[in-house]
């Protein structure tokens, strides 16, 4: 089973930045795809934004051209760079990995998740 571990959230001004991490162990990290998904107060869980085995990526439409998704098989991490940050991008932050090789945009699909990472924008 693997661990997924979330760093780098924080509170930040509308129009500020941020970078999220999610440190991966107990498992070959470079053979799944992984995503992002957020849930935001009384909002259910969703996708942000994906990376596949092999590097594609995808994003949700609200988040496009703001936010980057990326990974490192080296340090078996994932990384969520997010500028242009608005308060509607308030919310708690999760990594997740599917046990297959490219993103989906459903949370069903992915078979293990970090605790998450408290994301707070300010106006």
């Known amino acids: 089973q693997v661990q997924l571990v979330e760093s780098g959230g924080g509170l930040v001004q509308a129009g500020g930045s941020l970078r999220l991490s999610c440190a991966a162990s107990?498992?070959?990290?470079?053979?799944?795809?992984m995503a992002w998904f957020r849930q935001g107060p009384g909002k259910e869980r969703e996708f942000v934004a994906g990376?596949?085995?092999?590097?594609?990526?995808v994003y949700a439409d609200s988040v496009k051209g703001r936010f980057t998704v990326s990974r490192d098989n080296a340090k078996n991490t994932v990384y969520l760079q997010m500028n242009s940050l608005r308060p509607e991008d308030t919310a708690v932050y999760y990594c997740?990995?599917?046990?297959?090789?490219?993103?989906?945009?459903?949370?069903?699909?992915?078979?293990?998740w970090g605790q998450g990472t408290q994301v707070t924008v300010s106006s």
């Open positions: 997740a990995l599917r046990n297959g090789a490219s993103t989906r945009l459903s949370a069903e699909d992915y078979t293990d």
């Open positions: 107990g498992r070959t990290f470079s053979s799944y795809a």
């Open positions: 990376i596949g085995r092999f590097a594609g990526t």
